[in-house]
């Protein structure tokens, strides 16, 4: 039963008003492990750290099918020119006659991946803790299909196909921006090319940066890094359109796990998270 408090009335008389009983809710284990919660930095500094070493060394682990490889390469040429999208070599060679353009999009490919996405990560975790996890696990959701993708199709990027024009820029220029080039060739899987992680976290970090700034051209700038980087990855012949649209598809299934696990998107949840034993929220940039 629920306690009674004695209240003392205008004129006089003490009147007794029980307290309703209330039952603490206790979520079982599957509502604790999907309820937002405060990240903690050394943990997530070694998860990304084992995750990325975990996706490179399946990556390169898987075999360098060069003939498949070459033919899955020209038969999606065929596909793209019967759609009429096949531009990629014009685009590779426009871009790669003008010296500083083309070297600036060398070291983009080769730096910003990663820069911008860690970038992005990091400020999740500093101003919306209570978004991070489930925006995480889309990143990490993408990565993984992606990696059955370069499994059950490997694919040479237009730079590698044989009998065509494609001018491999970062050879040419002698530039370092491609793991898949010059002397860092035999420490990357060439044939890994379809799908295109380069978008599938580029579109995501557009997306994040959109749906979370509150400041109108860091929006702006968010919606222009996915274009720039498909411009990027198709002027310095390693990946086909086509490439992109397997990594957006590979990004939808990353929201779809988190939309499944969370019960919405990554986006709508709680900004802020109560620090673990207190009822207060974990202010952003509180670590």
């Known amino acids: 039963m629920g306690e009674t408090t004695v209240t003392t009335t205008e004129e006089g008389r003490e009147e007794a008003v029980p307290h309703p009983v209330t039952v603490e809710s206790r979520p079982g284990l599957l509502g604790r492990l999907r309820a937002p919660r405060r990240p903690r930095l050394w943990f997530e500094i070694l998860l990304i750290a084992v995750s990325y070493w975990t996706y490179s060394l399946i990556r390169n682990a898987v075999p360098e099918q060069r003939g498949q490889a070459l033919r899955n390469a020209d038969w999606l040429w065929r596909l793209e ?9 014009s685009v590779n060679h426009a871009v790669n006659s003008v010296t500083w353009l083309i070297v600036g999009m060398n070291y983009y490919y080769a730096t910003l991946h990663f820069v911008v996405t860690l970038g992005v990560l990091v400020w999740l975790f500093r101003s919306h803790p209570g978004r991070y996890a489930a925006t995480r696990l889309v990143l990490f959701a993408t990565t993984g299909v992606a990696l059955v993708g370069y499994y059950l199709y490997p694919l040479a990027p237009p730079r590698l196909m044989n009998g065509q024009s494609f001018i491999d820029t970062v050879m040419v220029h002698q530039t370092w921006g491609s793991m898949a080039s010059g002397d860092l060739k035999n420490m990357s899987n060439q044939y890994a090319a379809m799908p295109s992680m380069h978008i599938g976290w580029s579109v995501w970090c557009g997306l994040t940066i959109f749906a979370l700034a509150s400041v109108p051209w860091v929006r702006v700038l ?6 720039a980087t498909l411009v990027v990855i198709v002027a310095t012949a390693n990946h086909f ?5 397997g990594g957006l598809m590979c990004l939808a299934f990353g929201y779809g796990v988190a939309r499944l696990w969370y019960g919405t998107l990554p ?11 207190t009822g207060r929220a974990l202010l952003p940039g509180k670590v």
Do not use: Q
Request: proline share 10%.
């Open 267 to 277: 986006y709508a949840l709680p900004k802020l998270v109560p620090v673990r034993g």
């Open 222 to 227: 968010g919606l222009l890094y996915p274009v």
């Open 241 to 245: 359109w086509l490439d992109a649209v």
């Open 81 to 89: 020119h019967n759609l009429g999208i096949a531009v990629e070599e």
